[in-house]
């Protein structure tokens, strides 16, 4: 068996316990759908955090291995490189934190200034990833990466000019350390993180506080009228759970906002050319109707300014939860 099989074996091993089914074309590259009739709530996938980083202006309250966020500052840190955080002793023995990634991140320190808020982040995000799989100077990044879609071949110029001079400034730190890594393997990096990593919001869904990467959630397609939504539950912001927002008819594919399906068509399409390069052509995009923006308004949100969905907390509750804000609410209107 190729090593290739091998992977999509374990894959589907992570998919088999959901009413899901994995399937390919070239169209939509690997993508899923519903085995059976779903009800509102069933859950379709459960997947735990591969690798995550903390956004920059929140190290210090928010914690590097369960993500939460503390309304003080954390006193529990690595004490060679002060750039890493912890709520408590427990999560602290539990992190992926490493003497590579101490030293990695003080020569980013060193260059800080040079850069933007988000392109420190994009950084932070690559070194804790290859200090992950770094062994004696050897590079062995998880196959399972292979698996995620880059879509970098659709990038504009200005995208990847603008990319290259992160993987080239990236290059330069590590090979101040010798390790062998080429530009176009860390470009390549950078748009599958780009285009995969899903969003850990504070409490009340104000701050994005950390990018985490979920393998299997990665193969759900986006909609501008999704018929699933991800959330975190219990404060468990190293496990993400799909859930059905309404019922969903056998063998029908299974798709995610990846924006803020709240923007208009063309703010829609600019900010999905932009981010993930690819023209949306969902039903939501094409209709010029509204039909679908009226269907879309019960799962709207009632809290202000919030751009999250409500997403059912049990299969035949009425009860549901926003996906970014968390607060809950009752409505005879959920079907």
């Known amino acids: ?78 004490q060679t490189c002060c750039e890493i955080y912890y709520c408590s002793n427990e999560c602290l023995a539990k992190s992926e934190h490493n003497h590579v990634e101490c030293e990695l991140l003080k020569k980013l320190r060193k260059i800080a200034r040079e850069l933007t808020s988000d392109e420190y982040s994009t950084l932070r995000a690559i070194i804790r990833l290859i200090s992950m799989h770094l062994t004696e100077n050897t590079l062995n990044i998880d196959p399972l990466y292979d698996f995620l879609v880059s879509n970098k071949q659709l990038a504009h110029k200005e995208n990847l000019q603008w990319y290259t001079s992160q993987a080239e400034l990236l290059q330069k730190i590590l090979r101040d350390f010798a390790i062998p890594v080429s530009t176009s393997y860390l470009l390549d990096l950078l748009y599958k993180l780009n285009c995969n990593c899903f969003g850990i919001w504070s409490k009340r869904g104000s701050q994005c506080m950390a990018t985490g990467i979920f393998i299997s959630a990665s193969f759900f397609n986006h909609q501008c009228y999704p018929n699933c939504r991800h959330v975190f539950e219990n404060q468990n912001n190293r496990e993400i759970k799909i859930k059905t927002l309404y019922h969903v008819p056998a063998g029908t594919e299974l798709c995610i906002p990846y924006i803020n399906i709240w923007q208009n068509q063309s703010l829609r399409r600019l900010e999905l050319k932009n981010a993930y390069f690819f023209d949306c052509r969902c039903l939501r995009c094409l209709d010029e109707r509204g039909y679908y923006d009226e269907r879309l308004e019960v799962l709207a949100c009632k809290r202000k300014n919030c751009t999250g969905l409500m997403v059912p907390c049990f299969v035949g509750g009425k009860e549901r939860i926003c996906s970014k804000c968390k607060v809950k609410r009752k409505d005879k209107s959920f079907s």
């Open 1 to 78: 068996m190729s090593s290739s099989n091998s992977l999509i074996d374990v894959i589907v091993s992570q998919l088999s316990p959901f009413p899901v089914k994995l399937l390919c074309n070239d169209d939509r590259g690997r993508y899923l759908v519903a085995e059976r009739d779903l009800e509102p709530g069933e859950v379709v996938c459960c997947a735990s955090i591969l690798f995550g980083t903390i956004t920059e202006h929140l190290k210090t309250t928010v914690c590097a291995y369960c993500f939460n966020q503390f309304q003080k500052r954390l006193t529990l840190t690595c």
